[in-house]
């Protein structure tokens, strides 16, 4: 079974940058396409980013420009770096293993 660990989620002011960085275990990660996907309290889990096993990303339009996404298939680690971050940015946010595996979460909040 694959394990995703996140980290690199805390509290920031806006305008702010975070890194957050999700570990897999096992080796397949090269495989898959990673996604980074968010969930504010009392809102619907969405996609933030993506990136295949090619390189190709995409974003929400709500991100764009602001956050880029990244793997290190020698790390089996996926990367989403976050840049002028806004206080609608905050909610949980999980990594995803193709449609297969899903990490626990980490807390992003946005606040001054």
């Known amino acids: 079974q694959v394990q995703l660990v996140e980290s690199g989620g805390g509290l920031v002011q806006p305008g702010g940058s975070l890194r957050l960085s999700c570990a897999a275990s096992?080796?397949?990660?090269?495989?898959?396409?990673m996604g980074w996907y968010r969930q504010a309290p009392g809102k619907q889990r969405e996609l933030v980013a993506s990136?295949?096993?090619?390189?190709?990303?995409n974003y929400a339009d709500s991100v764009k420009g602001r956050f880029t996404i990244s793997r290190d298939n020698a790390k089996n680690t996926v990367y989403l770096q976050m840049n002028s971050l806004k206080p609608e940015d905050t909610a949980v946010y999980y990594c995803?293993?193709?449609?297969?595996?899903w990490g626990q979460g980490t807390q992003v909040t946005v606040s001054s």
């Open positions: 995803r293993l193709g449609f297969v595996a």
């Open positions: 990136i295949s096993s090619g390189g190709s990303t």
């Open positions: 096992g080796n397949i990660f090269s495989i898959y396409t």
